[in-house]
């Protein structure tokens, strides 16, 4: 049974640094993202780590984010750094693999971060 359980989100002053965690089991997946969602807002791409460790980001978080994996602890992480208010939403993990050409996405509950001005 595959499972994705995001955690690590809160309230976090403008400026500050928050670490998100993703904790995917039940398959070797090809690729770990992160989504977030601000209220009215579509979900935006964020970042992603594939199973060979190669990181893709974002435009508005690229030079402040980092994305990595403890294999061991099948765990992707998200290393939030001078973090703005516009941060501010939902932040959701999204793994997935691909089997016989198709491709199977799971999705976490999703974790809140919030950044005060």
């Known amino acids: 049974q595959v499972q994705v359980v995001e955690s690590g989100g809160g309230l976090v002053q403008a400026g500050g640094s928050l670490r998100l965690s993703c904790a995917a089991s039940?398959?070797?997946?090809?690729?770990i993202g992160w989504y977030r969602q601000a209220p009215g807002k579509q979900r935006e791409w964020v970042a992603a780590?594939?199973?060979?460790?190669?990181?893709n980001y974002g435009d508005s978080v690229k030079g402040r984010f980092t994305i990595s994996r403890d294999n061991a602890k099948n765990t992707v992480y998200l290393q939030m750094n001078s973090l703005k208010p516009e941060d501010k939403a939902a932040y959701y993990c999204?793994?997935?693999?691909?089997?016989?050409?198709?491709?199977?996405?799971?999705w976490g509950q999703g974790t809140q971060v919030t950044v005060s001005s």
């Open positions: 999204n793994a997935y693999f691909m089997r016989l050409g198709r491709k199977y996405e799971y």
């Open positions: 039940g398959s070797t997946f090809s690729g």
């Open positions: 780590i594939s199973s060979g460790g190669s990181t």
